[in-house]
C-alpha cells in the first residue's frame, strides 16, 4: 500500500500521518485473514460482512463503480480487506486535502465515519473484496455535491 498527499503537489503519506487523520492501514495474509477480520468485528462492533466483487469490464458492475467515483461519506467507517484486483481511494484530510492511497491483495483499510472519500477500481481488473459492517444502512453513501473536483477519474 502506498499513500501520497495529493497538493500542493504529491509528497508521500506516512503510516503516522494516516493514523493522525484516522485513517487506518495494515497488510495481510489473504490465506489466513480470519484473525483480522474478527479483530476488526470485535473492535468496531461490526456482525455482518460481505465479500464483493466488481470488474470494470462487467455492465452489471457499472452503476456501483459510478457510486463509488462520486465523492462520499458514510456514517460508520467503511473497512475494505482487498483480496484480488487494485484501485485508489482518495480521501479528504481533516484540512480538506486529498490524500491518495493505492491498495491491491492484502491491503486493509479503514476509513473513519464521515469522512468524505472516493474510490476508483483499476481498469480491466477483477475487484474481490471483503467488507465487514454492522447495519447496512449505515454504508449508505451520503454525496457531496457533485462537481470535477469530487469526482475521481
Same mark, same amino acid.
Given at each position: 500500500m502506498?499513500?501520497? $498527499? +495529493?497538493?500542493?503537489?504529491? #509528497?508521500?503519506?506516512?503510516?503516522d %500521518? ?10 495481510? *495474509?489473504?490465506?489466513? +485473514?480470519?484473525?483480522?477480520? %474478527? ?11 460481505? &465479500? ?6 462487467n455492465?452489471? *458492475? %457499472? ?8 465523492e ?10 482487498f483480496?484480488?484486483? &487494485?484501485?485508489?481511494? *482518495?480521501?479528504? @484530510?481533516?484540512?480538506?486535502? $486529498?490524500?491518495?492511497? $493505492?491498495?491491491?491483495?492484502? *491491503? ?6 464521515k ?6 477500481p483499476? @481498469?480491466?481488473?477483477?475487484l474481490?473484496y471483503?467488507?465487514?459492517? @454492522? %447495519? #447496512? ?10 462537481? &470535477? ?5
Amino acid at each position: 500500500m502506498r499513500a501520497v $498527499w +495529493m497538493s500542493p503537489s504529491e #509528497r508521500v503519506c506516512s503510516p503516522d %500521518e494516516l493514523r493522525a487523520e484516522g485513517i487506518i492501514a495494515e497488510a495481510f *495474509d489473504p490465506r489466513s +485473514m480470519q484473525p483480522l477480520v %474478527e479483530r476488526i468485528r470485535a473492535e468496531l462492533g461490526f456482525t455482518k460482512q460481505d &465479500e464483493v466483487r466488481l470488474s470494470v469490464a462487467n455492465p452489471r *458492475d %457499472e452503476a456501483t463503480i459510478a457510486r463509488e467515483i462520486d465523492e462520499h461519506l458514510h456514517l460508520t467507517a467503511e473497512v475494505r480487506l482487498f483480496l484480488e484486483g &487494485e484501485g485508489v481511494y *482518495d480521501v479528504r @484530510a481533516t484540512d480538506e486535502r $486529498w490524500v491518495r492511497i $493505492w491498495v491491491g491483495p492484502g *491491503d486493509a483499510l479503514l476509513i473513519p465515519e464521515k469522512r468524505y472519500h472516493r474510490f476508483l477500481p483499476s @481498469a480491466n481488473v477483477l475487484l474481490r473484496y471483503l467488507q465487514p459492517y @454492522a %447495519e #447496512r444502512g449505515s454504508l449508505t453513501p451520503l454525496y457531496r455535491a457533485s462537481s &470535477e473536483e469530487t469526482r475521481a477519474g
